[in-house]
Every structure is written in structure tokens, then in C-alpha cells.
């Protein structure tokens, strides 16, 4: 074990206010991680049924730099998460993400939190042209996922059936409740899918941080990521696969999805 040097109070006080700092002066969007990389598109579990889904992310060539002293490093690490749902009525969704995880190449294997949702939307939608919804997270974060204990998404969901062609928005808003509404991140999510049949389609998706509502981040600094994604459904299980490129510095280059859902009952 490497020794560590010794640290008169002054220079920890120093070397305190330093992260401080480096946190509040940083890109908000640098200190967001991801565990859950999907568009939703208002469909739920059916009324008194339990579903499963499973999240694995794997970043083959992403940043190599933390997010935040400490964070998970996103190159050449594999991030998921448990997802359970509970379908309560045809219009709401219970949900919980237990465990989020990851295996990365400076913390090794790490739990990361959980997270509570709330899912409201107009039933059936797959029934519908046109169709809505709001999502609600609320996130209890360990030190090395977010340096904020709590944070929380609203996931608005607007969206188009128009057969064969999907084409779904989720301009999403994070917020860490610090601050009040300056602490509202823009990090939109949009897909647009051609069903080639009941069970098989193809997609394209686009998922950004743009930082702050009160100051939107310069073009260098947002992040963006492309994604060619692939959707199977079968009677055993769910499948979504794709890869996404990174468009700016601050985006990881390339990261790859894997997601498998099925119902419990």
C-alpha cells in the first residue's frame, strides 16, 4: 500500500475549499453519470403485473478523466441497473432501480444507489397516435456516482405513432435541489423508429446534456451522443441493443447497451 502524506489541518482546510471549488466552477454536466440509456415511450406494465428490466452499458472508449474527484471513470467501464416495475392501474407505473452498479477500471466493482419512480401516462398507448406521459425519479446517490446525496429527473414524454414510423421526445429535466430552478439541467433524450413488424425495429436515438436552464453550455462543452438501436421482442424476453458515438469532447466516444425486460407474472 502506497503511504499517504501527512496533512496539517490548514492544508486539508486548503485543500477542501480547492474541491469545492473545482465542483462549483465545473460543467454541471460533468458531474452527471448514467446508468439507464433509453427513450421512454409511455408503455407500462399491465395492471397488477411485475416487470423486470436490466441495463448494462459498457463504454469501450469513453473519458478518461473522473467526472468529480473520485467519480466512476466511464472509459472501458460497464455501468447497469435493476429495474423492477409494478403496474398499478393503465395509467401508472411504480418502479424501483435496485442495484445501479458498475465495474470500472479505478473503483473496481462498485454499488452505486438506488432510485424511486413514478411513471404517468395515457393508457395504452401503443393504441393511440398520439401519446403522453411524465416520469418522476428520485435518486439516493453514493459518493463515487454523484457527489449529491439526492437528485431527481422529470421526464416529460411526447410522442407519435404514425405507423410504421415512431417518433418519441423526452426533454427531460435533472435537478440536484440546490437552488431552487438554477439547478435545472436540460438533458433531452429523442428516438425516431421504423417498425419493420410487430416484434422487430430499428432506431435512431440522440441523448444530450446541455447543461443549466439559467446558462446553456457552450457547443464544446454539451454532450452528445448518437445511437443506431435495435429493438426484439419475443415471448421469452425483450431485447434493445445499439452502440452510440460521442459527437463532442465531452462525450464518451463510444459506448455500447445491452437491456433485457421480461414479466415476473
Known amino acids: 500500500m502506497r503511504a499517504q502524506a501527512k496533512c496539517f489541518p490548514i492544508t486539508r482546510c486548503v485543500r477542501g475549499w480547492c474541491i469545492a471549488v473545482a465542483l462549483l466552477a465545473a460543467p454541471v454536466a460533468s458531474l452527471a453519470q448514467t446508468d439507464e440509456i433509453q427513450v421512454y415511450d409511455a408503455n407500462i406494465a399491465e395492471k397488477g403485473r411485475f416487470n423486470l428490466m436490466i441495463h448494462n452499458n459498457f463504454t469501450p472508449v469513453g473519458l478518461k478523466e473522473p467526472a468529480f474527484p473520485g467519480a466512476v471513470e466511464s ?3 460497464l455501468v447497469g441497473v435493476a429495474e423492477w416495475a409494478y403496474g398499478v392501474t393503465d395509467w401508472f407505473e411504480q418502479g424501483l432501480y ?3 452498479y458498475s465495474f470500472s477500471h479505478n473503483d473496481g466493482a462498485t454499488y452505486n444507489g438506488f432510485k424511486l419512480r413514478w411513471l404517468f401516462v395515457k393508457p395504452h398507448a401503443d393504441e393511440h397516435n398520439f401519446f403522453y406521459g411524465v416520469n418522476f425519479e428520485f435518486s439516493i446517490n453514493q459518493k463515487q456516482w454523484d457527489p449529491r446525496h439526492y437528485t431527481s429527473e422529470v421526464r416529460p414524454i411526447i410522442g407519435w405513432h404514425l405507423r410504421p ?5 423526452n426533454p427531460i429535466m435533472d435537478t440536484s435541489y440546490t437552488g431552487g430552478f438554477k439547478s435545472l439541467e436540460f438533458v433531452p433524450a429523442v428516438r425516431v423508429a421504423y417498425n419493420f413488424s410487430p416484434k422487430w425495429a430499428g432506431a435512431i436515438e440522440e441523448y444530450a446534456d446541455y447543461g443549466p436552464l439559467r446558462q446553456i453550455y457552450s457547443a464544446h462543452d454539451q454532450s452528445h451522443q448518437v445511437w443506431a438501436v435495435v429493438n426484439h421482442d419475443s415471448k421469452y424476453v425483450n431485447i434493445e441493443t445499439g452502440i452510440g458515438f460521442g459527437l463532442t469532447s465531452s462525450s464518451d466516444r ?10 415476473l407474472n
Open 98 to 100: 435496485l442495484p445501479l
Open 165 to 169: 414510423v415512431d417518433i418519441i421526445i
Open 254 to 263: 463510444v459506448t455500447l447497451k445491452l437491456m433485457l425486460s421480461r414479466d
Open 75 to 77: 472509459n472501458h467501464a
